[in-house]
């Protein structure tokens, strides 16, 4: 399994393979359970981790450099289900160029449990070597901005969906 083919879907908790992608959609498998299943773009987001930084206190940075300072720290890794306070303080001490201010625990919570997932299925942390910064859609790891600023990373996406206002009945 290759760190390039990973993916995070929207809606979807833990991280994904994809396997192959169709105009409508991807068909992933889960790292958790094995478990291969259709997803439509209709309804969920995919970004690869490739493509995912995270806000510095200088430039952002990409993913994976947060997880080989984890990778490589002394620190021990928190359980993904700590609390808030106790993830920050791991990367307090880990990673303390981090914007704590828009970085939310939310998403420290989920660079812990992915870094997990990677550990568990022996994933290779690295970017590919076809990796082009200038020619991928960045997405930033914020909770906030990812409701409003969602990307199809290299799914073929459909057309953005249309939400039609309820209909008064007369």
Do not use: C
């Not at 969920?44 to 490589?72: G, P, Q, R, W, Y």
């Not at 303390?96 to 939310?104: G, H, L, N, Q, S």
């Amino acid at each position: 399994m290759e760190y390039n083919r990973l993916v995070s879907v929207t809606g979807l908790g833990g991280l994904f393979e994809l396997m192959s992608s169709k105009s409508d959609g991807g068909v992933v498998k889960s790292l958790e359970d094995k478990s291969t299943k259709f997803v439509s773009t209709r309804l969920h987001s995919f970004s690869h981790l490739e493509s995912i930084e995270v806000f510095t206190v200088k430039e952002n940075v990409n993913l994976v450099e947060v997880f080989t300072a984890m990778k490589n720290s002394d620190v021990p890794l928190p359980e993904a289900k700590a609390d808030a306070a106790a993830i920050k303080a791991y990367f307090e001490k880990v990673y303390p160029d981090m914007d704590f201010e828009r970085v939310y625990g939310s998403d420290m919570k989920k660079m812990v449990k992915w870094l997990g997932l990677l550990t568990t299925n022996e994933v290779e942390i690295k970017l590919s070597e076809n990796h082009d910064q200038d020619n991928l859609a960045h997405d930033v790891v914020t909770p906030k901005a990812k409701a409003t600023e969602q990307k199809q990373s290299s799914v073929k996406a459909a057309p953005p969906k249309k939400i039609n206002s309820p209909r008064k009945m007369a």
